[in-house]
């Protein structure tokens, strides 16, 4: 188990590697000095290279699949409380609070592996409430790194001009320079 956590572990980090990654109001996490951050399942592949805070203890189900992954987390340094909605969820819980109060972060996949996806389950409001801590939603979206393309990764030299509304204005602008107050202007056309 601990060398498929780490081959786990060193897959994701070369995941990572082939993305252009852009933090968008990042802000937000850092004005924190403590908080919960909630994120949908199906973004939990790379939110373990999202800006975060440490220490943060991290709710994973006691599945197995579960444990493989509170298993990759510990190579990043990640904790985990053990349960789920379906099991082991109320205990779970209480030991997040726990670690709340104690100064940790705390994370929440609000929808939980089983869904339905994207409706959050009543756990991150209830822990909310029993440590004063804000909820930091936060989403992780990723585009392949173009080593062709110029400029950044959400530019693309195959883009459709039809697409574009205002692509016929920006063809016809013609570029001019500005003259002198007085200067003359030359007749070499």
Request: net charge positive; proline share 5%; hydrophobic share 40%.
């Amino acid at each position: 188990m601990k060398l498929l956590s780490f081959i786990a572990s060193l897959f994701i980090r070369a995941l990572h590697a082939t993305l252009r990654i852009r933090h968008v109001n990042v802000e937000h996490i850092e004005a924190q000095s403590q908080y919960i951050l909630a994120f949908w399942h199906c973004h939990l592949l790379l939110m373990l290279h999202s800006r975060y805070r440490r220490p943060i203890t991290v709710m994973i189900s006691r599945s197995k699949d579960g444990e493989y992954i509170a298993r990759v987390f510990d190579w990043y340094g990640v904790e985990s409380a053990r349960g789920s909605s379906t099991r082991g969820g109320s205990s779970a819980l209480r030991e997040l609070i726990r670690e709340a109060r104690a100064g940790k972060n705390i994370v929440f996949t609000p929808d939980g592996p089983k869904g339905p996806p994207r409706i959050a389950k009543d756990g991150v409001a209830y822990a909310a409430q029993a440590t004063g801590l804000p909820i930091v939603p936060v989403a992780f979206a990723a585009k392949k790194k173009s080593c062709c393309a110029r400029g950044t990764g959400w530019s693309s030299p195959f883009r459709s001009l039809g697409r574009s509304s205002s692509t016929a204005s920006r063809s016809s602008c013609r570029v001019t320079t500005m003259r002198k107050p007085g200067a003359r202007r030359s007749s070499a056309a």
